[in-house]
């Protein structure tokens, strides 16, 4: 049981996917620190991190979980000293702009780091993450006084960072914000109103809490129209950066939750609090989608995260467990890992979770060409793959991870049940990522509303045209498996097609909404087929070189995943199309509603 809850860094299946699946290689050109030597290092050193230091606190943090007492919130036994070493190994600073101290690497690099640190421990994970989210939208939005003063302590990682933007009133539905922020004659704002569901929005590990807060001016318009972005901080600070006296805010207390205990949910409360406006006036709801998109990615990497640990813990109880006669090796009894359901469930597992892994690196890829490519058509081109991955990665990829945890109880069987095992925390923890930073119904109608008429539907179509390509390329390959493989995805690229158009022509209308969370399914399906096809693809090659179980697994897994998953996607189409009638006609009492 002992060696069930450990976790490996997956070092070379990062490194495999970032090199064959998602394309860094192409960014080495941008980045002059970054080489293969480089990737290397940092992956290590980020796995060391992860194993030795937050894995170990996974437990604990589920079982004992934050603490409100007296007025404050304390973290997890010892999550603050494990929150030091991360600051101080430099990991909030990784793509960080290095005129504030960061290191200027690739996104890509730092989404597979952040993959391993909360695989080890989602609920420490989540600090980062929302301080990474401030960092981006203060670089793009704050005035050059807001990025001198706070930048540089974020990115050291002494001070951490969060999103405010839900209320008792308003959850997905932001429009009916009622946070004010009052003026105050020296330009600086007064906040009043309460915030919930606040991720690390009060703790003990750092010197001072960065609050990016949602909230209305005075006659602002109605709706998200009047939505303003303010900075706020758990202390003043200073002209100079120093710290000043503790502002007008406090937590109000923190949430008993399913999962992620030892992450601290607050009810932030905010009594006159000092802030300043951040950007235009009422263009916050637009400000704060810089911090939402990016967070966004990171909740798709930790459903991939998720994936990975409730993988791994199956495995390794596979590898123990003994039950039943194996057809394979006649033992009796057989390790669960030689029954044939057994191992093809621990395979369909890895196959998703490379597939989720390929698509939220390719879209790190992608924001980094659209930052650092050479020349404005390259620029412009992938921040269109970046914007229609978004909502994939996001969706998409939270999905795998409850479906992968959930799997992972069921290879313990009733082992699974039981809380001491901890593959129930993994399924537990996971399913918080399909609903923060917008729940996936929101990414689905996000992907149909708004990122297929991207560039006239360029955006889409691109992404259906290479993966035609790779399709074909498998096409033309010498291997059955792989001509399989390409053949399932051809077939999948089609019904995307089709179903793309299908809902082209419908824009805006009760028909594509209710076909938007199928659609997000068979479009993240096909492109994850997409991302095992390229990996199968890279391991033939390899293997041409010299026999490797490794990359004959990559093929294996891109073969079963094409005719288990691949193959439902005419399925998914249909489902797409069913249209919303066959909805609208059933009342709620006919579906059991009691008056």
Not at 70 to 75: I, L, M, P, S
Not at 157 to 166: A, V
Not at 214 to 240: E, H, I, Q, W, Y
Not at 579 to 595: F, I, K, P, Q, R
Request: with cysteine; aromatic share 6%.
């Amino acid at each position: 049981m002992g060696r069930a809850m450990t976790y490996s860094p997956p070092l070379r299946d990062l490194a495999f996917s970032l090199e064959y699946v998602a394309g860094a290689n192409a960014l080495r050109p941008l980045f002059p620190g970054y080489d293969a030597d480089t990737e290397a290092a940092v992956l290590e050193a980020a796995g060391r991190l992860a194993r030795d230091v937050l894995a170990p606190l996974n437990r604990v943090g589920d079982t004992e979980g934050a603490r409100f007492e007296n007025g404050r919130v304390f973290a997890a036994p010892g999550f603050r000293e494990a929150y030091k070493a991360f600051a101080e190994g430099g990991w909030n600073a990784l793509s960080a702009d290095p005129d504030f101290g960061g290191q200027g690497l690739p996104k890509a690099l730092e989404i597979a780091t952040f993959e391993m640190f909360n695989a080890a421990n989602m609920a420490f994970g989540l600090c980062p993450i929302l301080t990474q989210g401030a960092l981006e939208a203060l670089a793009a939005h704050g005035s050059p006084s807001q990025k001198s003063r706070y930048l540089p302590k974020l990115v050291s990682g002494e001070w951490t960072g969060t999103m405010n933007l839900t209320e008792p009133q308003s959850g997905s539905d932001l429009a009916s914000l009622r946070t004010r922020a009052e003026p105050n004659a020296d330009g600086t704002y007064r906040l009043t109103g309460q915030k919930i569901f606040i991720t690390w929005g009060d703790h003990d590990c750092a010197e001072n809490i960065v609050h990016l807060v949602l909230a209305r001016l005075p006659g602002a318009p109605p709706g998200t129209k009047g939505v303003s972005l303010f900075v706020a901080s758990k202390r003043l600070v200073n002209d100079d950066g120093s710290l000043g006296a503790a502002n007008a805010l406090k937590a109000g207390g923190i949430e008993h939750k399913l999962g992620i205990h030892g992450s601290p949910t607050c009810t932030m409360l905010y009594e006159g609090a000092h802030a300043e406006l951040v950007g235009e006036e009422n263009r916050g709801l637009a400000h704060m989608f810089t911090m939402m998109n990016a967070a966004r990615l990171q909740i798709g990497t930790q459903g991939v995260a998720i994936s990975e640990r409730a993988y791994q813990q199956a495995l390794a109880y596979a590898l123990e467990r003994r039950q039943g006669r194996s057809v394979w090796t006649g033992d009796y009894p057989a390790r669960l890992f030689d029954l044939p359901d057994v191992r093809r469930t621990l395979m369909l597992m890895k196959a998703q979770i490379e597939a989720a892994r390929g698509i939220c690196l390719s879209t790190a890829v992608a924001t980094d060409l659209s930052r650092h490519a050479p020349d404005e058509a390259a620029r412009a081109a992938a921040k269109l793959r970046e914007k229609l991955l978004t909502p994939i990665a996001k969706g998409w990829s939270t999905d795998v991870g409850v479906e992968v945890a959930s799997q992972g109880v069921q290879v313990h069987g009733g082992m699974g049940f039981i809380e001491e095992t901890g593959a129930a925390q993994h399924y537990r923890d996971a399913r918080i990522a399909p609903i923060y930073e917008g729940t996936n119904g929101i990414q689905a109608i996000d992907l149909v509303g708004r990122k297929l008429t991207l560039a006239d539907g360029e955006a889409v179509r691109s992404l259906i045209a290479d993966i035609s390509e790779t399709a074909q390329a498998l096409a033309q390959s010498s291997d059955a498996r792989l001509q399989s493989i390409g053949e399932r995805l051809a077939t999948a690229a089609n019904a995307v097609r089709e179903t793309t158009a299908w809902l082209t022509a419908r824009h805006a209308t009760a028909d594509s909404l209710a076909g938007a969370s199928a659609y997000l399914r068979l479009l993240g399906d096909t492109t994850g087929g997409w991302m095992l096809a390229k990996g199968a693809l890279a391991a033939a090659r390899n293997l041409a070189q010299g026999d490797d179980s490794y990359w004959s697994t990559k093929i294996a897994l891109a073969h079963l995943y094409s005719e288990c998953v691949l193959t439902r996607t005419q399925g998914l189409s249909g489902s797409v199309m069913l249209g919303a009638d066959a909805l609208s006609e059933t009342t709620a009492e006919g579906l059991g509603a009691v008056s």
